[in-house]
């Protein structure tokens, strides 16, 4: 079975930056897709990013693009989300979650493993 734990999220300032750490275990995270997704209040739950098990390949949502990096780090077995110019449109909370071979990295149902969430808020 696969655990994973979101931290890093909080209040922030438009225009502040956050990190937030997804940190798994399991045999399956170092050969998975790793992938972060977002959900606001009253919003289907939309992909943010998502990166292959080598970190050679990263993908991302047009809203976030050029703001947020997606990274991992196998030997911690951990995964990080750099958000910097955040908006308050980026208020949300953010999951990560795991597949081995997701049918497609960006939607929310191809990925079998998820987290219990952390919240971010940006203030105007």
């Known amino acids: 079975q696969v655990q994973l734990v979101e931290s890093g999220g909080g209040l922030v300032q438009a225009g502040g930056s956050l990190r937030l750490s997804c940190a798994t275990s399991?045999?399956?995270?170092?050969?998975?897709?790793m992938g972060w997704f977002r959900q606001a209040p009253g919003k289907e739950r939309e992909f943010v990013a998502a990166?292959?098990?080598?970190?050679?390949?990263?993908y991302y949502a047009d809203s976030v693009k050029g703001r947020f990096i997606i990274s991992r780090d196998n030997a911690k077995n951990t995964v990080y989300l750099q958000m910097n110019s955040l908006k308050p449109e980026d208020t949300a909370v953010y999951y990560c979650?795991?597949?081995?071979?997701?049918?497609?990295?960006?939607?929310?149902?191809?990925?079998?493993?998820w987290g219990q969430g952390t919240q971010v808020t940006v203030s105007s």
């Open positions: 399991g045999r399956t995270f170092g050969r998975g897709i």
């Open positions: 990166i292959s098990w080598s970190g050679g390949s990263t």
């Open positions: 979650a795991t597949d081995l071979r997701p049918a497609s990295v960006t939607l929310p149902s191809a990925y079998d493993f």
